[in-house]
């Protein structure tokens, strides 16, 4: 389904733009269609600059990112909203998601007016409310404003609500290190279940051992920029290989 070859992203650091920082550094791998992907690895090592490319945000120096075998990394603004149903993302914060002038109900509308995807007033309502309901936060919340909600319940509604346009690939960058253990679970659960409900695929990002292992049937683990090492999660985690790997379980026990 989604198919990333020898991926390059760069970026100049420094006062003077005088250094350059390979971000992403040749990287490939493949999400079949149903299976959830993680990429682990330690903090800068290239992880959200990866989905940031995948999601159009940010453009690749070279390589390549195919999805059911069509380029994205060259393709043309309108062309690409309308890959963007498909392709969906929940970020690390979730207060970061929603637009913080909206309020809980306007944010959970947005995507449902922006794909046209109720005919009236009342089935708009009813799909938020259907929102609301699905992850337990109560429907007089929604003329609350983001921050006035918790963090749990926030990044749960940002959860359904890039699910309510059903997309086919779900990119989940770091979606639980923000929240308490308890809330964690909670957030996995759900990502769990809605990927068994919808049959979607998941690119989740972490650098949490623990996370990858409860989630993912295939990890990527990255450090540098590079992938050192890929394979099924009981592999990389029972029998891992490269010595970055073996550096990442020892350092979690
Ligand atoms: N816009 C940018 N300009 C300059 N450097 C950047 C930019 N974005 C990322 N970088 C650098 O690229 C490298 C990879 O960053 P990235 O955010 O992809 O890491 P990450 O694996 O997601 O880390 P974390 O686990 O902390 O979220 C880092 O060295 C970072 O400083
Ligand atoms: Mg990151």
Redesign the pocket.
Known sequence: MLEVTNLCKS???GFWRNKK?N??DDISFQICEGEIFGLI??????????SRMIMGFLKPDSGSIRYNGRELSTMKKNEWLKMRRDIQIVF?NPQMTFNPRSTVYNCCAEPIRLFHLAKSREEERSRVYEMLDSVGVSRDQSNKYPHEISGGQAQRLSIVRALSVNPKLLIC??PTSMLDVSVQAQVIALIKEKQMEKGISILY?S?DLDVIKAVCQRVAV?NN?KIVEMGSADEIFNRPKHSYTQQLMSSAI
């Open positions: 970026f100049e650091s920082v971000a992403v690895g330690g903090s800068g090592c290239g992880k959200t600059t990866t690390q960058d770091e990002v650098h990255m920029g």
